[in-house]
């Protein structure tokens, strides 16, 4: 029997008072695609902080691989791509290039170095993957939103992990570079086996690729297929068919 | 006087030597900073390190280890703004405002209560580069091979971790350790350099050499090694003009930096980086 990717039991986590996730339960198989969901407020970068561990919750479990997070060590099985353009600091004048090995740290012992030339073929595959080969020269401030997000999903797959984490990744994306985004999202998971944890707004685009659908809203309102989404009543009770179509019509 | 006879002089290779080594490791240390917006830490624990020179002396500490003397204290106020940026969530500037005026207000008290040192305590206020003994540079030589190792042993989590902390820490990195390692050497190259540069130049060493890097530079690395030639360029140039000009030397060093600042602030308007 195959391990969870990502077993979470009745986690709760607080923010300033208020509970942002309540009994939260989530099962995350390798080759899973989850989409993530939900309105302003429902705790979906809550849920995504404490599997990174970023966010110690308050009570529950959490196991990534089938290690209690607190012990879990292998970084380098998981590759994660925050939202754009809200963590990094644009003054660093680090290159392209440098963000990218810089994905690759969590493969490297003491002292880490990802400046070698045995590193540069997976630079490169990365380079090619995200299309950016032509700009890996450039400084990582001085780019476009979508240039800077691509840079950042290939600073997350350089190192080929097995989970791929993304926060909201198309807010900073014009429609095109969106769909192309999505396209080799869907290649890595079906070429590469990644599994894939999406939290996304973009409910229009979501019915079309997750092979699971989570709905959240400080506890997980809906978790299932697609079809299951699309044809429940109960859930179109709940969000109203304009809402249900909406994530449903692609699909 | 000729470059050639200048540099017969004792005190003017003692300057040039520990000068430089310190001002590159201000440099190095000063792009990693300034881009965590920590620039004025080195102001803050300049402050420190008056306040702790005062404490020791007040101690009768001997005034040749009282140097070295202050280091603990200085250590412990550096992790004190790391601190108080974890836990009471201010600002980096803000904590660092806190620690000096602690130091500050600690150094004038013991003044105050010893009635006044036999020790200069005001040189290290502002230092006097051209008065470098030999024992001065060989810790300075010192503290620069254990900086330039410790750098280059943690280059990519140091660069990780000011690029973003958080995502550093989703690759397994401990950020923790990392910027106490950042402020913990920040620390001991402001005590090396307090005696010898004085506050004000210490603080200056620190932040011009590194914005004029990031004005130019077209990658991390690049920044580093910009930055370094700048502050060697500034101190080399520095002592130079003070020597022949008869003008105090880290004063120029300072108005130098600042020189290469705007030219390189003025230069990337002229030639945008590629």
Known sequence: MSVAVLAMEKLVCRYQGHEALTDVTLNVMAGDYVGIVGPNGSGKSTLIRSILGLQIPDSGQLLLFGVPLASFREWKRIGYLPQSMRHFNPAVPATVEEVIRLGLLPHKKFPRRVGGRSDTPAVQRALEALGIADIRRKLIGELSGGQQQRTLLARAIVGRPELLILDEPTTALDPETRERFYTLLGELHREEGTTIILVTHDTGSIGSMASRLVYLDRRIIFDGTLDDFCHSREMTAFFGEASQHLICHRH | MSLFQMFQYGFIQRATVAGSLIAVLCAILGVFLVLRRLSLIGDGLAHVTFGSVALALFANVPPLVVTLAALPLVMLASLGILKLMERAKIFGDAAVGIVASLGIAVGVLMTGLSGGFSVDLFSYLFGNILSVSREEVIIAAVLFLLIITAISLYYYELLAVTFDEELAQTSGINTKRINTLLVLLTSLIVVLAMKVAGIMLVSALIVLPAVTALQIA?????????????????????????????????????????????????????????
């Open chain 2, 218 to 274: 077209t990658g991390f690395r690049t920044a580093l090694i910009l930055a370094a030639a700048c502050a060697l360029l500034s101190v080399v140039g520095g002592i130079i003009a003070s020597f022949g000009l008869n003008i105090p030397a880290g004063a120029t060093i300072i108005i130098l930096n600042f020189g290469l600042f705007l030219l390189a602030f003025l230069g990337r308007r002229v030639v945008p980086r590629r």
